[in-house]
């Protein structure tokens, strides 16, 4: 792999320019790139210009640089995000209808949940997830899925980590969290009340996979109190089976899926 | 930049990797990565290994590769796709719920329409467009009606160039494409009746940006003949307004839109 002068390879400064952006910051100068890639402001110059030329990145009429779509377009292409994706959009969008409340899908990246779909309520609970969101596994509803049926040694190495505490409901101490994994795995459901934001409740639901392991999470947040989140489960659950039939149905997908 | 022996770039063979993968082939043995990118195999292994390391591909069990989800995220977050789609969904999920029919979200690259997203009727009339995926600018509606609002330069290489003939009413000669455009432009609207596929009508109205420059192209594909084209325009018309509203409202937004 070539390396600059200093060692790193060009892919890694690459992958520094690209995480440059996000929804706070869709678009920066040239000289803003570099200093927030740690680069020489020549490097980030060249590196700019030939990622432009390969359409990763686009410039704006105001000369600023933004991702460009090529980039969306190839994620969008092939990645497992958007089979589970395309598998799941119809019957999230007849959930969603049904239920009238935030509707998510997500999967499992390390110890956290990376969330590739919302239907949004306007004016519904409090959501603190976008799109392509993450949030801390062991703090949301759809985490603790995720984390229930991860391998035993990803569970482990959760367990005894430092977690953090959002609210005094945030599942924070192992053995608190342990038995509620144990919980979520016999009943199917798991249900976030005030984990991550107080007052708004997180049911989740697995999805699985033509090889029956959890590839994702299916999940919808409710106002917490109001008694809504077990009139939500059946919904959800029937939800996810679609969604689970949909995916083994599909035979190019069998290989795709089955590490999610 | 990083040049191969060979005198290419670190980043086009890096490009000509990722685009091995699209829906068809979700994932690749590492030598028909090697095949398909044109690299000798131990170069590929070399680029696999670290795009693997950077989370931009992904392992299989079964040792497959595939594209991995912090491309989709990355693009996810910070990509004009994103922002566009983040607007538009809520819109476009009221305006599917009640039309009924396939209701896609769409930007020009080139002359070309980019499908940003769609939501998709089951049992609908046929639809060939799947979400990234592209048409050829003059033979779908949301194509005719972003050329129609391109710079004259492009409109004018587009009218130049050798235009492919899909159906016998695909408007393949400059005469009528001008006027088609020109008519476009004065209505508002773009009906494709059977341009690329016979039996399907795209009906497509522009999106305004905060510059009341168009951004996007929003369309619904009915069957033709049934008469449903024409009563769907007002309702096009009207999320294609919320739309707009909700991209001028977004004052960050701004900077990211006006060269869509």
């Given at each position: 792999?070539?390396?600059?002068?200093?060692?790193?390879?060009?892919?890694?400064?690459?992958?520094?320019?690209?995480?440059?952006?996000?929804?706070?910051?869709?678009?920066?100068?040239?000289?803003?790139?570099?200093?927030?890639?740690?680069?020489?402001?020549?490097?980030?110059?060249?590196?700019?210009?030939?990622?432009?030329?390969?359409?990763?990145?686009?410039?704006?009429?105001?000369?600023?640089?933004?991702?460009?779509?090529?980039?969306?377009?190839?994620?969008?292409?092939?990645?497992?995000?958007?089979?589970?994706?395309?598998?799941?959009?119809?019957?999230?969008?007849?959930?969603?209808?049904?239920?009238?409340?935030?509707?998510q899908l997500s999967v499992r990246d390390g110890f956290e949940a990376l969330f590739l779909e919302r239907?949004?309520?306007?004016?519904?609970?409090?959501?603190i997830i976008?799109?392509a969101g993450r949030l801390p596994a062991h703090a949301c509803s759809s985490g603790i899925v995720l984390i229930a049926?991860a391998?035993?040694?990803?569970?482990?190495?959760l367990?005894?980590?430092?977690?953090?505490?959002?609210?005094?409901?945030?599942?924070?101490?192992?053995?608190?969290?342990?038995?509620?994994?144990?919980?979520?795995?016999?009943?199917?459901?798991a249900?976030a009340?005030?984990f991550i934001?107080?007052?708004?409740?997180g049911?989740a639901?697995p999805?699985?996979?033509?090889?029956?392991?959890v590839?994702a999470a299916l999940n919808?947040?409710?106002?917490?109190?109001?008694?809504?989140?077990?009139?939500?489960?059946?919904?959800?659950?029937?939800?996810?089976?679609?969604?689970?039939?949909?995916?083994?149905?599909?035979?190019?997908?069998?290989?795709?899926?089955?590490?999610?």
């Open positions: 792999m070539a390396r600059s002068n200093s060692g790193e390879s060009v892919l890694t400064r690459v992958d520094r320019v690209l995480s440059c952006f996000d929804a706070d910051n869709p678009t920066r100068t040239a000289s803003d790139i570099a200093r927030h890639a740690r680069l020489p402001i020549a490097t980030a110059h060249r590196l700019v210009n030939e990622l432009v030329t390969l359409g990763y990145l686009e410039r704006t009429p105001g000369r600023r640089i933004r991702l460009g779509v090529r980039l969306w377009e190839l994620a969008s292409r092939g990645s497992r995000a958007a089979g589970l994706r395309e598998a799941a959009m119809p019957v999230m969008e007849d959930l969603h209808a049904v239920v009238g409340h935030h509707t239907l949004s309520t306007r004016g519904g609970s409090r959501n976008r799109v049926h391998p035993a040694e990803v569970q482990e190495e367990l005894a980590s430092r977690l953090k505490r959002y609210t005094d409901r945030t599942p924070a101490d192992p053995t608190t969290l342990r038995s509620l994994l144990a919980d979520v795995r016999s009943r199917g459901v249900v009340d005030g934001t107080p007052g708004a409740t049911v639901v999805i699985r996979g033509p090889q029956e392991d590839v919808v947040v409710v106002p917490s109190g109001d008694g809504n989140a077990p009139a939500q489960i059946s919904a959800l659950l029937a939800a996810a089976r679609s969604i689970s039939r949909a995916l083994g149905l599909h035979p190019r997908l069998d290989a795709d899926l089955t590490s999610m």
